[in-house]
């Protein structure tokens, strides 16, 4: 499997964003996804994940009522929709995977399949 993200950019504060990531697998249907989000000198940080079907979503409180992660089974996308965006955002957001489907708030180490990462900045 492999995940490829993209949709970031420079932004200003209070703009919204959409990230993708798109999976090379035809099991997408049957993989849970998440986002993780690494600021310069900080460790990467969990921020949302959703489930096989994409009924059951969790996110971090840092993020809760801003951002809304989706997913496309047909496209075999899934989507980080993110509103109200504060400088405390900027980071290389990046897309991970995992066969497990998710039932509880998620760990990082939970998460084997990566993508490469999408810069997202925003300035005040």
């Known amino acids: 499997v492999q995940l490829q993200a993209s949709g970031g950019g420079l932004v200003q504060a209070g703009d919204s964003l959409r990230l993708s990531c798109a999976a090379s697998?035809?099991?997408?249907?049957?993989?849970?996804f998440a986002w993780f989000r690494q600021a310069p000198g900080k460790e990467r940080e969990f921020v949302a994940a959703?489930?096989?079907?994409?009924?059951?979503?969790f996110y971090a409180d840092s993020v809760k009522d801003r951002f809304t992660n989706s997913r496309d089974n047909a496209e075999k996308t899934v989507y980080l929709q993110m509103n109200t965006l504060k400088p405390e955002d900027t980071a290389v957001y990046y897309c991970?995977?995992?066969?497990?489907?998710?039932?509880?708030?998620?760990?990082?180490?939970?998460?084997?399949?990566w993508g490469q990462g999408t810069q997202v900045t925003v300035s005040s």
């Open positions: 991970a995977a995992r066969t497990k489907d998710l039932i509880r708030f998620p760990t990082i180490e939970e998460y084997n399949i």
């Open positions: 959703i489930s096989w079907s994409g009924w059951r979503t």
């Open positions: 697998t035809p099991f997408f249907s049957s993989h849970s």
